[in-house]
């Protein structure tokens, strides 16, 4: 098993930054990559970003390349996101996820491709 836990959110206004954190602990030498995920309310989870153990390398949805930074170290222990130029539309709660697939078959941008999720943590961004 591999436990994850995000911290980070909060209120944030529009235009700032906020980064986002999930710490990894348990099994985590089985994990093949890790990504951010969100969740608005009454939309279904989409993908933020990802990052594979192998060679790390970093994956973004259109909607935050050039806004969002994914990092991590290699083992996989953490994973930070930093939020810059936030919009209204990324309110949302965000949930960290790690993959226990062989990192040839882990679909980085697919929900179902990935093992342990955290609880999620808020983000809500004020106009």
């Known amino acids: 098993q591999v436990q994850l836990v995000e911290s980070g959110g909060g209120l944030v206004q529009t235009g700032g930054s906020l980064t986002l954190s999930c710490a990894a602990s348990g099994r985590t030498f089985s994990t093949s990559a890790m990504g951010w995920f969100r969740q608005a309310p009454g939309k279904d989870r989409e993908f933020v970003a990802a990052i594979r153990r192998v060679g790390a390398l970093k994956y973004y949805s259109e909607s935050v390349k050039g806004r969002f930074i994914i990092s991590g170290d290699n083992a996989q222990s953490y994973m930070n996101l930093q939020m810059n130029t936030v919009q209204p539309e990324d309110t949302a709660v965000y949930y960290c996820?790690?993959?226990?697939?062989?990192?040839?078959?882990?679909?980085?941008?697919?929900?179902?491709?990935?093992?342990?999720w955290g609880q999620g943590t808020q983000v809500t961004v004020s106009s």
């Open positions: 996820a790690a993959s226990e697939r062989i990192n040839a078959l882990v679909r980085v941008g697919l929900a179902s491709d990935y093992t342990f």
